[in-house]
């Protein structure tokens, strides 16, 4: 038996990636060691409860002590924990910060102290936006436009430097936008389609060209496993769909899968520092042997199937103060 610690495992993708490692690797224990942040979900592991293979740790990734506890009998960590939303840290929270740099910085710590495999869960953000016809290749300079993105380069650089000066077996993916079941309804996708069913409108920013590579969570996850088990130090992988979708094409298509009314697709002011396009060269990847296997016109009508059937797990997110406050500030002012 080994052990992986993964962080962020109530979460979106870590969720889907605690459910992937048990499934696929028999000989393999999880612990998932997380904060339980507003996006951190325990409903989103339940039905892992009885599973003797795993392990549930509340604890935050930026506290040594915290990690230790988790981290204890583990052969590897998968860092999946950040604060993700790209609009809340325009709105200026030290959280950033605190988790995505300091709880970088903790778990590789612990890694180096105990000789673990590191995987670090980045962003294709971290390239800033990019103009056609060029894909990011992992060699690229770090632009993180979003205070977000920064914070997400300045984990990747942390673990390059662990990798290189300390000789960290430690790796990264970094993916593109990602969708499908348990997505918090604060990014696009979950967003449009839960404010569709609820006949609300749906706030496109500025002129909704702005480009996103929708990539669904299975084949995110399966390419974060592949490199955690088969990925090389002080290496960068790039995880992306390899098709491009403007958030426009991407509202309309919500529109006709979820039968919401056309004209309720309203514009806003646009979201300051928006890059306005994301697209990445996977061959490094592909090389090791990944590929994609569910295409956006499948895996969107997947998701919206889901979330119509599971109206309840949004419904007590969006039904919440905390998710209204935050609603208020974020598209009260955008008019
Ligand atoms: P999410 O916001 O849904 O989940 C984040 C999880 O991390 C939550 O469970 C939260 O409670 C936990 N967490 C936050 N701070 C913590 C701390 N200090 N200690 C322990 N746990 C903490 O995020 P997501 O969308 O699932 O993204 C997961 C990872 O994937 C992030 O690193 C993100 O940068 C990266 N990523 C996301 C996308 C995307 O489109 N969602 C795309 C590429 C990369
Ligand atoms: P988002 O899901 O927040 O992911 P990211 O910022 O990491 O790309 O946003 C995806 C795209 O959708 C991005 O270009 C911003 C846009 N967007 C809107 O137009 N309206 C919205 O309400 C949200 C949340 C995003």
Not at 145 to 166: E, F, H, I, N, Q
Not at 186 to 201: Q, V
Not at 220 to 236: M, R
Request: charged content about 25%.
């Amino acid at each position: 038996m080994s052990r992986v610690l993964v962080s962020g495992g109530c979460g979106f993708i870590g969720s889907h990636l605690v459910r992937r490692l048990l499934r696929e690797h028999p000989d393999l224990e999880v612990v998932n060691i997380d904060l339980l942040t507003y996006a951190g979900r325990p409903e989103n592991v339940a039905d892992l409860a009885d599973d003797p293979r795993y392990t549930f740790v509340h604890g935050d990734i930026a506290s040594a002590d915290d990690v230790a506890r988790a981290a204890e009998g583990c052969d590897g960590i998968i860092n999946v924990a950040a604060e993700s939303h790209v609009d809340r840290s325009i709105m200026g929270g030290d959280e950033f910060v605190t988790t995505n740099v300091l709880g970088t910085k903790r778990l590789l710590d612990h890694a180096r102290a105990h000789e673990l495999r590191y995987l670090q869960v980045s962003t294709d953000e971290v390239y800033g936006d990019v103009e056609a016809p060029h894909r990011s290749v992992e060699t690229d300079p770090l632009h993180g436009s979003s205070p977000y993105a920064a914070s997400k380069a300045a984990g990747d650089l942390l673990v390059l430097s662990y990798a290189r000066t300390y000789g960290l077996n430690a790796s990264i993916t970094r993916g593109s936008n990602t969708y499908g079941p348990y997505q918090f309804p604060e990014k696009l996708i979950p967003l449009f389609t839960t404010n569709a069913f609820d006949g609300k409108d749906l706030p496109l920013y500025g002129d909704g060209m702005q480009v996103r590579e929708m990539l669904f969570v299975e084949d995110h996850c399966a390419a974060i496993d592949l490199v955690y088990h088969h990925g090389a130090a002080g290496e960068a992988y790039n995880v992306g769909a390899e098709h491009e979708v403007p958030n426009i094409e991407t509202a309309h298509r919500i529109i006709e899968l979820t039968g919401a009314d056309p004209d309720s697709l309203k514009r806003v002011a646009d979201r300051p520092g928006h890059d306005r396009r994301y697209a990445l060269d996977c061959a490094k990847l592909r090389a090791l042997g990944w590929e994609r296997r569910t295409d956006f016109d499948t895996g969107l009508a997947l998701t919206v199937a889901w979330f119509r059937e599971n109206r309840a797990w949004w419904e007590a997110i969006k039904s919440g103060e905390a998710y209204a406050d935050y609603s208020a500030k974020n598209y009260g002012a955008r008019g």
